[in-house]
């Protein structure tokens, strides 16, 4: 029987550098591994810590896996000052992703806030592989500079994409910046979709997605049609430590994804 304790063992194949402060791990596992868009795994860095985080790369690929991860604390920052070959552990994937099945024949809209276009990627890889499932999908994400936007080098190639549209911006433009400039709040206005046949998926920083969702709600989108990837404060990635808890929910095991009408009524769920 499977230890659910017990990491098994992976290689940091490559490090890809997206931003100043984040990066991509390219990681080999020695066992096979699959993942669902929207779950998520532990890594462990063996003797210093371990911390979750959600896939960023194509499910579809089956040897490998990627992270993208913001150096924002102290496994990820050591997680940075890991070099190549590194050999670490992987737990999961843990919880429940976002339901694919049902955003058939929907017009997709996605809106993302900096590093929160990590697990997105993920999920954009997997509408893109059947991309004549669903009517469109519409891409908007808000970075702090054009220098902070992740996969920066990707967005012009997602773009030539049939059916996807996507729209970026950012807080403080610099030279050369010709898009817009604001919160992503300020590109949500004349979306291209229908408001009672889309799939609403929000990922972020909670204060973006907080606002984002409320937004969302004004300009008439259902709430049992917006998804929120809410990750904050997992820990164990197994229900039993009680840290992710929100509400009848545990982040861990009955998330990290759900809509906002399951939590709608869970008192201040963006802190």
Same mark, same amino acid.
């Given at each position: ?13 490559? &490090? ?51 992270? !993208? ?9 050591? #997680? ?29 809209? &996605? $809106?993302?806030?900096?590093?929160? #276009? ?12 059947? @991309? /004549? ?16 936007? $992740? ?17 970026? !911006? ?9 898009? /817009?400039?604001? $919160? ?16 609403? &998926? $929000? ?62 009524? @869970?008192?201040? @769920?963006?802190?």
């Amino acid at each position: 029987m499977k230890n659910i304790y017990r990491p098994f063992e992976a290689t940091v194949e490559d &490090i890809i550098v997206e931003t100043p402060a984040i990066k991509t791990f390219v990681i080999r596992p020695k066992e096979s591994f699959v993942f669902k868009t929207g779950q998520f795994i532990e890594l462990t860095l063996p003797g210093m810590g371990e911390a979750p985080f959600t896939p960023s790369s194509d499910p579809g690929i089956k040897d490998r896996f990627e992270v !993208t991860v913001m150096n924002a604390g102290r496994v990820t920052f050591l #997680l940075h000052e890991l070099p190549k070959k590194y050999s670490l552990g992987v737990r999961g994937p843990y919880g429940k992703g976002y339901p694919l099945e049902s955003f058939t024949g929907k017009d997709i809209l &996605i $809106v993302g806030g900096g590093v929160g #276009l990590a697990p997105l990627r993920s999920l954009l890889f997997s509408l893109f592989s059947e @991309i /004549n499932k669903y009517n469109k999908v519409v891409l908007r994400y808000g970075a702090r500079s054009p220098d902070d936007i $992740v996969y920066r080098s990707a967005i012009p190639e997602w773009s030539k994409i049939d059916k996807v549209d996507i729209v970026l !911006t950012v807080d403080a433009p610099a030279p050369g910046w010709k898009g /817009n400039v604001g $919160v992503v709040t300020t590109i949500l206005n004349d979306l291209p979709v229908d408001l009672k046949n889309s799939a609403v &998926i $929000v990922c972020g920083p909670p204060v973006m997605m907080k606002f984002a969702t409320m937004k969302l709600l004004g300009l008439g989108f259902p709430p049992e049609n917006i998804y929120l990837s809410m990750e904050k404060n997992m820990s164990c990635g197994l229900g039993k430590c009680g840290h992710c808890r929100i509400g009848k929910f545990y982040i861990c095991k009955d998330g990290p994804v759900f809509t906002y009408a399951e939590l709608k009524d @869970i008192y201040d @769920i963006w802190d």
